[in-house]
């Protein structure tokens, strides 16, 4: 029997998604990333002439050799901010980066199991999901590294600079383990009729407009006119999504065994054919749920449909901490997601 080319165009992206998640799972060594080994801290030695402030942006895992600048055809981009001072050989710069603190992006996906005979389903999901600002010296794995964006994007004064790492970014490093900030991978969003959010993302990206925000609000930095911030958002869709009663046991139950199939599939040293057998595991399980580790509320989604992983390069506007505003909603909404790619 002949398949339709609606089908043929659905099993093509189901194929195109399997492949990428396997890849991604096979090769989680080289998605490890040992969080500020260098870090220095809030403070830089700046000197008295002007600062720049350089949004950079590189495809994501592009220091592995194996992987190289291959995300870029996925729009996936990581994303940071450069401080330079100086010119010519007296030329100085310091990377900051806000990531997840916990190695391989994969295991903020996933909770750690606890047994507890008083918990509903006998079972304790714990997450270590934070993430946080590092500051190190140097232009981090040199220029060419940086290859999808190295923009001079404002210049403020050494005293600033200063003041933006005492005020704002130790502010968000000195909240306590596992609070917020937390790193959040999925952002869930409705497709049609709109690009509603439904559950906000936090990654990299947000550091970067963060620091941005601070120092156009509390500094009166100038952006150019010309400068709009787009990063990687990795989208789930769903149409709809419910809290999960985390007091109905079965409830609970049906959720772990969900998150135990996901933990099984990224578990390092793992066969190839094993993890194809999780994945389509994962494909065909009713319901998908996702752990919003901010709100720090499961949800259960319905309308996952194909494509189930859409990555997109999206349009962010300029904004602080989400736990900054009063209206969280108009935060979240006010993310205007461009589609490029779906995967």
Not at 112 to 130: E, I, R, S, T, Y
Not at 327 to 343: D, E, L, P, R
Request: charged content about 20%; glycine content about 4%; aromatic content about 14%.
């Amino acid at each position: 029997m002949q398949l339709e080319p609606v089908a043929q165009m659905s099993m093509a992206l189901r194929s195109a998604a399997l492949f990428l998640v396997v890849s991604v799972a096979q090769a989680d060594d080289d998605f490890t990333y040992a969080f500020c080994t260098n870090g220095i801290g809030p403070k830089a030695d700046f000197s008295d002439e002007p600062v720049e402030v350089i949004f950079a942006q590189a495809p994501l895992f592009s220091t592995n050799p194996s992987i190289g600048d291959k995300g870029k055809y996925f729009n996936l981009y990581h994303s940071a901010i450069v401080l330079a001072q100086g010119a010519d050989t007296t030329r100085r710069y310091w990377t900051m980066e806000f990531d997840f603190t916990g190695g391989s992006i994969l295991s903020s996906i996933v909770p750690q199991f606890k047994f507890n005979p008083f918990a509903p389903g006998h079972l304790k999901m714990v997450w270590h999901n934070d993430a946080r600002f590092c500051l190190e010296n140097g232009l981090k794995w040199g220029m060419k590294h940086w290859s999808k964006s190295f923009e001079v994007v404002t210049t403020i004064s050494a005293v600033q600079a200063a003041q933006t790492f005492t005020d704002f970014v130790a502010g968000v490093n000195n909240t306590a383990p596992d609070t917020k900030p937390a790193y959040q991978l999925w952002r869930v969003a409705k497709k049609w009729p709109d690009a509603e959010v439904l559950v906000q993302d936090m990654t990299c990206a947000d550091g970067a407009l963060w620091f941005l925000h601070h120092l156009v609000t509390v500094h009166n930095a100038t952006l150019p006119p010309n400068f709009q911030f787009h990063a990687t958002a990795t989208i789930l869709n769903a149409e709809t999504i419910v809290p999960v009663n985390m007091k109905d046991g079965k409830a609970v139950d049906k959720m772990a065994i969900y998150f135990k199939i996901m933990k099984d599939f990224i578990a390092a040293k793992k066969p190839m054919w094993e993890r194809l057998v999780d994945v389509l595991l994962l494909v065909h399980e009713e319901k998908k749920y996702v752990y919003d580790s901010n709100s720090e509320i499961y949800y259960e989604l319905s309308g996952n449909k194909l494509p189930f992983i859409n990555f997109q390069y999206a349009h962010y506007p300029l904004m602080g901490p989400p736990w900054a505003h009063k209206n969280t909603k108009s935060y979240q909404v006010g993310y205007n997601m461009t589609h490029n790619m779906i995967v």
